[in-house]
C-alpha cells in the first residue's frame, strides 16, 4: 500500500484537500478538490479551532490560556494551523484573529515581551538579569500571521522590519538582549559559528521570513539558514 490511500482515508477535509491539491496536484478545477473546500467548514480539526477563539478575536488553549503573552502565542499558534489548512484573510476567524495581533503591537513594529530570568553562559539561570528583547517575541506572532496570508500587511512589514533590526552582525538572531548586552544561548541552542546566536530565534525568524514573497530570498534569509544547516550537534 502507497501513503495515498492512508491520508485519504484521515476524516479531515482539509488533510484530504491538501494532499490532492499540494501533493498531487490537483488542479483547483477537480471536482473532487472543489468538494473538499466546501466540507472544510465541517472539519473536526477546524470546528476545534473555531471553538476556542474568543470574541476579541484571540484564542485560548482547551484549559482557559492565561496571560497577554500566553494569549499572542496562542492565537499565533492558530492562525499557522487554520494557515495551513488553507484558510486564510477571507475567513472571518483568521481576520478577527489577526486583527487581535495588530492590535497588540508595540509602536516600533514589535510584540510585547515578559520578561524573565535569563540563561547564562554554562546553562546558569539568573532571575536578576532579565530579557529586555527577545527575537520570539516578534517572530512567532509574525510567523502566524504570514502563514495566514498577512505577509505583505503594511503592519506586518512594521514588524519584519523590527525582527532584521534585531539580527545579529555575523547573521541569525540571538537569545536576547539585557539592556545593550547580548545574552547567551542555552548550549544545546547554541548557533554554529556563533557567540551569541540561539538556533530557536534563528530557525522562528527564518521560518517567518520563509513566508513573505520577496524577504524569504533576502541575504538574512539565506544566512540564518546557512547557520542552521551548519549546526552539527546531535544531542539524544
Known sequence: MTWAPILLADPSPSLRLLVLRDLM?????????????????RDPYVIRFLELQDKDGSFRSGEGGGG????????????MGL????FGPEHPAVQKGAEFLFAQQNPDGGFP????GAILDGGRLDED??????????ALPLLGLAWAGF??????ERAYDWLLAEELPQGGWPSGRHADQYVFAGGYR?????KFGCRT???AAVSALAFHPTRRTSPSARRGLDLLLAHEQRPA
Open 151 to 156: 505577509a505583505t500587511d503594511a503592519r506586518a
Open 68 to 79: 497577554v503573552l500566553g494569549t499572542i502565542r496562542l492565537t499565533a499558534q492558530a492562525l
Open 129 to 138: 538579569v532579565k530579557y529586555h528583547m527577545i527575537p520570539l517575541q516578534t
Open 83 to 86: 494557515g495551513y489548512m488553507g
Open 113 to 116: 515581551l515578559v520578561t524573565q
Open 201 to 203: 530565534n534563528t530557525t
Open 25 to 41: 496536484e490537483r488542479p483547483e478545477s477537480d471536482g473532487e478538490v472543489d468538494e473538499l473546500r466546501k466540507l472544510q467548514q
Open 190 to 194: 547554541r548557533l554554529a559559528h556563533s
